[in-house]
């Protein structure tokens, strides 16, 4: 086999991005942390000693592992067309970035009809065997767990196979070096022996599972709102919820208000889930999905001949509720002659059918919501003052997505794997980018905006691949103005990438220039409330230099 080279990695640096005005350092779409390697040394430390050895290394060796997968990712982006070699060598190229050690290749093989890997490397100044020693001076066994993982995470996620990497030398033995070797696990004789430090199945792997379990038993106990539609934890969501749950076990008219998508008929239906009517019917009626002239017929049902084409007699939602619960949404577009009747029942308890001289018993609890003002909507004559204050007795608000950010991972989650199942395909996950991009993003369309966003997500990202930022489509997103990358020296250099996305997305709605610039000039004078001065300013010119362009333009 040829020696290996390693390419040019200026498209590696490249995804290293630091943005020290946001705390933030980014390769590519994992958010990654500079570490001192004296606090690593400290935590390797107490690992050992407070779970012993075996124990520390399993937890190292997995955590390497994980960011071995992660950096697996990158291979596949950066290097997808070019050489397999080239690809692979991503892995390596990678490690000594982030500062683990200078490798050295000495032999790689892999691919074939029976995709075999065997790979060989030297690790120069590996980070982990220069702490062990200085903390516990030399040894007689390999000491780089977590970089063992990393190879091994970074082949097997490469490779689509368990690739195990075993250190045949150490520098921490006294070695110049550390030389590592990766073949496929079963070819190992001691692969068994090896296997469990990859496993996370042990004993502390048990008990933090066990742990993990009654941690969630206490929360179910605690608070039984995990329902399959409802999730949320934060204080603002919890509020809603523990009204919403107060109300269950009386029979009170509830009324949900809150903005468009912040999943009242999730919130009606949990209502009634909780409530002993909970094995009766459960009718939702958007009011303003429904033609004015049907919309009584609709809820109270019509006797045979009550009007023309009225060949039927049929029950109206009213009377398919009975017993149940009812959930008129956008109950503020009802036609007041609907509004009449809707009081009627409500103080009564009976219906009428449309063309019927009968009044029926309904037993119905009435869940309305709204996302208009009906205080308004009395004011404006459109909503009758009666019937607010009959609907208004048990308000719940319920909060906009964009005051609870801190529900998002949990949705994330639940979303992605009901959209995986329905789609039909497996996810990894979403990148630590788009979480974050999901977290700035203002949401309008609240819950139901972030549905329709992840099931985007869900069909747009690859098989087994991350959801990643440009998979999500919400608006521009860029996390800040000013970006820091690594020059080929090492240095950090000033970036301008959302500027550069700015020229893109200009080049790419095919606006032409002199419109564009047009747009501007506008833009920049409304902005300033009509003051040229100001508006000069904004645009890094002097007022005469606006007053021509302005000028030319009205030519
Ligand atoms: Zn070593």
Not at 42 to 53: C, D, N
């Amino acid at each position: 086999m040829a020696t290996i080279h390693y390419p040019e990695s200026a498209d590696l640096r490249s995804l290293l991005r630091f943005a020290p005005e946001d705390g933030h350092i980014w390769m590519a779409e994992n958010r990654m942390l500079l570490l001192h390697a004296g606090a690593m040394s400290e935590l390797r430390k107490e690992l050992i000693a407070s779970v012993g050895q075996q124990q520390a290394r399993r937890i190292l060796t997995r955590m390497g592992f994980a960011s071995g997968m992660r950096d697996a990712e990158l291979a596949r982006k950066t290097r997808g067309t070019s050489g397999p070699a080239d690809a692979f060598v991503v892995g390596p190229q990678l490690h000594m970035l982030e500062g683990c050690a200078r490798v050295e290749p000495v032999r790689l093989e892999f691919g074939g009809p029976d995709n075999g890997f065997y790979g060989e490397f030297l690790w120069h100044n590996a980070w982990e065997a220069e702490v062990h020693v200085q903390a516990f001076g030399e040894v007689d066994h390999p000491v780089c767990w977590m970089m063992i993982g990393y190879a091994s995470g970074y082949t097997s996620a490469f490779m689509g196979r368990f690739i195990l990497f075993k250190e045949v030398e150490c520098a921490a033995t006294g070695c110049e070096h550390c030389r590592i070797v990766g073949k496929p696990a079963e070819e190992w004789p001691d692969a068994d022996e090896l296997r469990p430090y990859f496993e996370a199945d042990s004993i502390v792997g048990r008990l933090l599972e066990l742990r993990d379990e009654i941690e969630a038993m206490r929360h179910t106990i605690a608070c039984p709102r995990r329902t399959a539609d409802l999730i949320g934890n934060s204080s603002a969501f919890l509020h809603a919820y523990d009204l919403v749950s107060r109300a269950a076990s009386t029979n009170v008219s509830v009324l949900l208000l809150g903005e468009t998508g912040v999943g009242k008929e999730r919130f009606a239906r949990t209502l009634h889930e909780m409530s002993a009517r909970k094995d009766e019917p459960f009718i939702a009626v958007n009011c303003a999905a429904l033609p004015d002239e049907l919309i009584e017929s609709e809820l109270f049902g019509v006797e045979r001949g009550a009007f023309t084409g009225a060949h039927a007699s049929r029950a109206g939602k009213f009377e398919r509720a009975h017993g149940g619960t009812l959930f008129l949404d956008e109950v503020g577009e009802l036609p007041l002659p609907a509004q009449a009747k809707l009081l009627r029942v409500l103080q009564e308890g009976e219906i009428e059918r449309l063309g019927d001289e009968r009044t029926r018993k309904v037993n119905v609890r009435l869940v309305a919501a709204t996302n208009v003002d009906l205080q308004k909507a009395v004011h404006a004559g459109t909503f009758r003052r009666d019937l607010l204050y009959r609907l208004n007795v048990y308000p719940v608000t319920i909060p906009p997505l964009r005051e609870r950010t801190g529900d998002i991972p949990a949705l994330v989650d639940a979303m992605v794997r009901r959209f995986e199942t329905l789609h039909g395909k497996r996810i990894a996950g979403i990148s630590d980018k788009a979480m974050h991009a999901l977290k700035l993003h203002a949401w309008p369309g609240n819950v139901r905006e972030l549905e329709n966003v992840l099931e985007r997500g869900v069909i747009l990202a690859p098989q087994n691949g991350l959801i990643e930022v440009e998979h999500l489509f919400i608006g521009n997103f860029s996390d800040t103005a000013q970006q820091h990358s690594l020059s080929a020296q090492g240095a950090l250099e000033v970036t301008r990438q959302p500027e550069q996305d700015l020229v893109a997305a200009v080049l790419d709605s095919g606006v032409s220039l002199e419109a564009f610039e047009q747009s501007l000039l506008q833009r920049a004078v409304e902005q300033a409330n009509g003051n040229l001065a100001a508006a000069a300013r904004l645009l890094g010119m002097t007022r005469p230099q606006l007053n021509y362009r302005i000028k030319k333009q009205s030519d």
